[in-house]
């Protein structure tokens, strides 16, 4: 491409709302443009990597026997109703209603959809296992878009759908798709970890988060410095800790803390550590209120609230409505003469002399333990873990912490959508059998994002070679030369017809210019056609890594690049 004849409308300056660096970057470069929140036009470089993310995505999908389809983005209310996500699904789903009065949704995920195709279409277990995939925009209706194209409301995504006899069948295919992700993002040249991750609205027995690791990821990601145990922090866990021995009971008292209202001001107050206070928190499920404990120096992690008391998610709710069913403020909420279910997190059972609310304004009690001071509640995972504690895996390793960008999930869904939806075929001895489901998704776009956001310096991005949208930007540094501009086109038209994808800067604009917008640009390779060097019957080739620049003669300067393009390669880490 002739950068003159190209759409690259490349910014000096940081547009002053991208929050982090792949959203201000593909602004300042050219590669998108916003057109309603959320929402982006992807131009002609931007999409250049989009389609090479793509071509990466659809081989290794093909190389594992995945077939690519295409189903509808409009999908009717009908199938999601036989499902049982119509309702349970939240705003995130773009619903509407056609001219027929007919209600649909624009789809995020494709579940009923190709649950309905092979109910439809595949009779028998001779035809398994199968295994279909697509790459299509989606829209999930994000509340707060934010961060570019990390969290778009419109986004491009590959999911695929695996249907298995057996739950046997499923994990040959889980594994298969676990296997084909690595080598994708490999080949994407990240530095990435699967994680254990939570099944979240897609419901499931069990799923991996593949994440990029960057310091600007949502997503906190928790392993162990000793053995392979990785999990997102919804999902984490770490080992309980021992009884606590030589320690008698003392006698529960009562006293008195006037204005005390955080669990650190209490903390502060009554000289005691916070692992010593239990917090209690009142949440709002449809049965009614139920109270929550964790230890003073932990925080409640919804989710795992959620599946402790077997519901589908729990809320917390205001002061004044959690005051009503408590009858006291928030602050001296405790378990002690509680009328409210009461789950403790595992991590208190075998805690003593622990301090926690009174259940009367401004009160506190200290030297309260289970069972002679209260009944002892049931107990369950209720927290987040925090780096430093030790591995409930291995038992010896510590738990880290990591920043992490989700670029890819895939879960054992089971027979979750196949039974509602009548998914069925006839097995060897003729009869009916319920289908067992894999879905494995990938952020297409969103790994443009992350591959940004890991690789980047202060003058713009450092694409990997795989994705980069040209492997070689040629800089013409005098348009007005004829010798070098007729260099530089024999140049432009060896590499084409070598096969390279090549940008020529044929910009009648001053060398600067050329050298700022190739950095924000950041093909792997750029070539000095011009200058100095020109003259003494070189050319100059700069690496965008950083690499010590070599000086080439005139005749070998296409074999010598060529080559180098050969050899290059900047395979991801899985870590």
Same mark, same amino acid.
């Given at each position: 491409?002739?950068?003159?004849?190209?759409?690259?409308?490349?910014?000096?300056?940081?547009?002053?709302?991208?929050?982090?660096?792949?959203?201000?970057?593909?602004?300042?470069?050219?590669?998108?443009?916003?057109?309603?929140?959320?929402?982006?036009?992807?131009?002609?470089?931007?999409?250049?990597?989009?389609?090479?993310?793509?071509?990466?995505?659809?081989?290794?999908?093909?190389?594992?026997?995945?077939?690519?389809?295409?189903?509808?983005?409009?999908?009717?209310?009908?199938?999601?109703?036989?499902?049982?996500?119509?309702?349970?699904?939240?705003?995130?789903?773009?619903?509407?209603?056609?001219?027929?009065?007919?209600?649909?949704?624009?789809?995020?995920?494709?579940?009923?959809?190709?649950?309905?195709?092979?109910?439809?279409?595949?009779?028998?277990?001779?035809?398994?296992?199968?295994?279909?995939?697509?790459?299509?925009?989606?829209?999930?209706?994000?509340?707060?878009?934010?961060?570019?194209?990390?969290?778009?409301?419109?986004?491009?995504?590959?999911?695929?759908?695996?249907?298995?006899?057996?739950?046997?069948?499923?994990?040959?295919?889980?594994?298969?798709?676990?296997?084909?992700?690595?080598?994708?993002?490999?080949?994407?040249?990240?530095?990435?970890?699967?994680?254990?991750?939570?099944?979240?609205?897609?419901?499931?027995?069990?799923?991996?988060?593949?994440?990029?690791?960057?310091?600007?990821?949502?997503?906190?990601?928790?392993?162990?410095?000793?053995? @392979?145990?990785?999990? *997102?922090?919804? /999902? $984490?866990?770490? +080992?309980?800790?021992? =009884? %606590?021995?030589?320690? #008698?009971? &003392?006698?529960?008292?009562?006293?008195?803390?006037?204005?005390?209202?955080?669990?650190?001001?209490?903390?502060?107050?009554?000289?005691?550590?916070?692992?010593?206070?239990?917090?209690?928190?009142?949440?709002?499920?449809?049965?009614?209120?139920?109270?929550?404990?964790?230890?003073? @120096?932990?925080?409640? *992690?919804?989710? /795992? $609230?959620?599946? +402790?008391?077997?519901? =589908? %998610?729990?809320?917390? #709710?205001? &002061?004044?409505?959690?005051?009503?069913?408590?009858?006291?403020?928030?602050?001296?909420?405790?378990?002690?003469?509680?009328?409210?279910?009461?789950?403790?997190?595992?991590?208190?059972?075998?805690?003593?002399?622990?301090?926690?609310?009174?259940?009367?304004?401004?009160?506190?009690?200290?030297?309260?333990?289970?069972?002679?001071?209260?009944?002892?509640?049931?107990?369950?995972?209720?927290?987040?873990?925090?780096?430093?504690?030790?591995?409930?895996?291995?038992?010896?390793?510590?738990?880290?912490?990591?920043?992490?960008?989700?670029?890819?999930?895939?879960?054992?869904?089971?027979?979750?959508?196949?039974?509602?939806?009548?998914?069925?075929?006839?097995?060897?001895?003729?009869?009916?059998?319920?289908?067992?489901?894999?879905?494995?998704?990938?952020?297409?776009?969103?790994?443009?994002?992350?591959?940004?956001?890991?690789?980047?310096?202060?003058?713009?991005?450092?694409?990997?070679?795989?994705?980069?949208?040209?492997?070689?930007?040629?800089?013409?540094?005098?348009?007005?030369?004829?010798?070098?501009?007729?260099?530089?086109?024999?140049?432009?038209?060896?590499?084409?017809?070598?096969?390279?994808?090549?940008?020529?800067?044929?910009?009648?604009?001053?060398?600067?210019?050329?050298?700022?917008?190739?950095?924000?640009?950041?093909?792997?390779?750029?070539?000095?056609?011009?200058?100095?060097?020109?003259?003494?019957?070189?050319?100059?080739?700069?690496?965008?890594?950083?690499?010590?620049?070599?000086?080439?003669?005139?005749?070998?300067?296409?074999?010598?690049?060529?080559?180098?393009?050969?050899?290059?390669?900047?395979?991801?880490?899985?870590?």
């Amino acid at each position: 491409m002739r950068f003159q004849h190209t759409l690259i409308p490349t910014l000096k300056e940081d547009p002053v709302d991208a929050q982090v660096v792949s959203h201000r970057l593909m602004l300042r470069a050219g590669l998108i443009r916003p057109l309603g929140s959320g929402i982006y036009t992807w131009l002609p470089l931007g999409l250049r990597v989009l389609r090479k993310v793509e071509a990466i995505v659809r081989q290794e999908m093909d190389l594992a026997g995945a077939q690519e389809v295409l189903m509808p983005a409009v999908q009717p209310a009908e199938l999601w109703q036989e499902s049982g996500r119509w309702d349970f699904y939240g705003k995130e789903l773009l619903r509407f209603q056609d001219r027929h009065d007919r209600p649909c949704c624009f789809g995020p995920t494709h579940e009923e959809v190709i649950s309905d195709l092979v109910r439809r279409e595949i009779r028998s277990y001779r035809q398994l296992p199968a295994n279909f995939y697509q790459i299509q925009t989606k829209f999930r209706d994000e509340i707060r878009p934010r961060f570019g194209i990390m969290r778009g409301r419109e986004f491009l995504m590959k999911d695929a759908y695996s249907f298995d006899l057996d739950a046997a069948g499923l994990d040959v295919s889980y594994q298969a798709m676990f296997a084909a992700y690595q080598r994708i993002f490999q080949r994407c040249g990240l530095a990435f970890r699967a994680v254990e991750a939570d099944t979240g609205s897609i419901g499931g027995a069990s799923s991996h988060e593949f994440h990029v690791l960057a310091d600007s990821g949502e997503d906190v990601i928790i392993s162990c410095d000793s053995c @392979d145990y990785a999990a *997102n922090l919804e /999902k $984490a866990v770490a +080992a309980d800790p021992e =009884p %606590q021995e030589g320690e #008698p009971p &003392a006698a529960m008292e009562k006293i008195s803390t006037p204005g005390q209202k955080s669990i650190e001001e209490v903390a502060r107050f009554l000289k005691l550590p916070m692992e010593r206070l239990v917090k209690s928190l009142l949440v709002e499920t449809p049965a009614g209120p139920v109270l929550l404990l964790v230890r003073g @120096d932990r925080t409640l *992690n919804m989710i /795992k $609230a959620a599946h +402790a008391l077997n519901l =589908p %998610q729990v809320t917390i #709710p205001d &002061a004044d409505r959690a005051a009503y069913w408590a009858g006291v403020s928030m602050g001296s909420i405790g378990p002690v003469g509680s009328r409210l279910p009461v789950v403790a997190d595992n991590e208190l059972r075998h805690l003593r002399n622990f301090a926690c609310g009174a259940n009367e304004e401004g009160w506190h009690l200290l030297h309260v333990n289970w069972q002679r001071d209260l009944p002892v509640p049931s107990f369950a995972d209720l927290r987040n873990v925090q780096a430093g504690e030790a591995c409930a895996r291995c038992g010896s390793g510590r738990l880290q912490r990591h920043q992490g960008i989700e670029v890819g999930h895939v879960f054992k869904l089971g027979d979750k959508y196949s039974k509602a939806m009548g998914v069925k075929v006839l097995d060897s001895q003729g009869n009916e059998q319920t289908l067992v489901m894999g879905c494995y998704g990938i952020g297409v776009s969103r790994i443009v994002a992350a591959a940004i956001e890991q690789n980047h310096d202060a003058n713009g991005i450092r694409w990997p070679a795989s994705l980069a949208p040209f492997a070689l930007q040629l800089l013409l540094l005098n348009p007005r030369d004829s010798n070098e501009v007729a260099f530089a086109e024999q140049l432009y038209h060896d590499f084409r017809a070598a096969g390279v994808e090549v940008l020529l800067d044929d910009r009648d604009e001053r060398a600067g210019v050329k050298f700022k917008d190739a950095d924000l640009l950041g093909c792997p390779l750029r070539l000095l056609v011009g200058g100095r060097s020109f003259k003494e019957g070189l050319l100059e080739l700069q690496f965008r890594s950083g690499e010590p620049t070599q000086r080439l003669p005139l005749a070998e300067a296409v074999a010598a690049v060529l080559s180098l393009l050969q050899q290059s390669s900047l395979p991801g880490r899985g870590v």
